[in-house]
């Protein structure tokens, strides 16, 4: 009802009625019109009567009354339906420039972003040093796993964090199996990597969440760092991906001096082993 009262009728496309309108909103028979359902149903609706709904009805409604993609995604919840993905805003598509604020804050430590299919957004000078994210390679944490000699040479354990990586990505592509750009990378790290193709067809499921990484860098040895996948409410698309050292092994006082401009002339060009 709140969201009917503030749709005007020349925004929903009517006649404004006049003097003879109460209310500046629109009426329920108005939005039971425009969405193509009964006016009896649609005041059932509104009450929260224990009646038959359907996406495609919702969707209607939330079209008329110009929901918000949170606003839709609470009017499914409230009928009882499984919510939607949500959707960025408008007003929130320029949030990169502050997530680009957080995970250089998170210096010396290593952050990055990741949309959706895991295609690098962002990534801080830390990121560099320790896995060799760089412009030349491709940029999408997935295939570079697969593919990236420096990446590899610099996990010791491997083969076994590909088995939680392709499970990973499995679970992401779960959530929305219809779509196009999660079949796109998979048909490209099939045709660039046969250990890839050969993960992917165990059909193995992992929540992404937190995880715990041993990297041998060439110039200051062994790190451990535990990497933990956060979300922004207000950009679902992304995913930050911050990297903490471990306490007692040593791995923040390296991260410091890798960070120092000692440390980046030596880590200036990645070597290989």
């Known amino acids: 009802m709140s969201r009917r009262a503030r749709i005007t009728p020349a925004q929903a496309g009517l006649p404004d009625g006049g003097a003879r309108r ?12 425009l969405a193509g359902v009964g006016v009896s149903w649609y005041q059932w609706l509104e009450q929260g009567r224990d009646i038959t709904v359907s996406a495609q009805v919702l969707d209607a409604v939330g079209r008329v009354l110009k929901l918000t993609s ?4 609470h009017l499914y919840v409230l009928a009882g339906l499984n919510p939607p993905a949500l959707e960025v805003a408008p007003a929130d ?7 680009k604020r957080l995970i250089e ?3 010396p430590f290593p952050a ?4 959706a299919y895991w295609n690098t957004v962002l990534y801080n000078d830390a990121a560099a040093l320790v896995f060799g994210m760089r412009p030349e390679i491709v940029q999408n944490c997935l295939i570079a796993f697969f593919t990236d000699p420096i990446y590899r040479s610099r996990s010791p354990h491997w083969e076994e964090v590909a088995k939680a990586v392709v499970a990973q990505y499995r ?3 779960s959530e929305r199996p ?4 999660f079949r796109a990378v998979v048909e490209e790290a099939r045709e660039l990597s046969p250990e890839f193709a050969e993960l992917w067809d165990r ?10 990484k041993q990297m041998e860098h060439p110039v200051v040895g062994t790190l451990h760092v535990e990497s933990t996948q956060l979300r922004v409410p207000a950009r679902p698309d992304l995913a930050i991906v911050l990297h903490t050292p471990l306490p007692e092994t040593g791995t923040a006082e390296k991260l410091e001096w890798l960070a120092s401009p000692e440390g980046r002339r030596e880590a200036m060009f990645p070597l290989a082993g």
């Open 22 to 33: 109460r209310t500046p909103g629109l009426r329920r028979e108005e939005v039971a019109v």
């Open 70 to 73: 949170a606003e839709r995604r």
């Open 93 to 99: 598509r320029d949030m990169c420039a502050g997530l």
């Open 105 to 107: 804050a998170w210096m």
């Open 112 to 115: 990055h972003i990741m949309d």
């Open 171 to 173: 679970a992401a592509c």
């Open 178 to 181: 219809h779509d196009e750009g």
């Open 203 to 212: 059909r193995d499921v992992r929540p992404g969440g937190q995880t715990q």
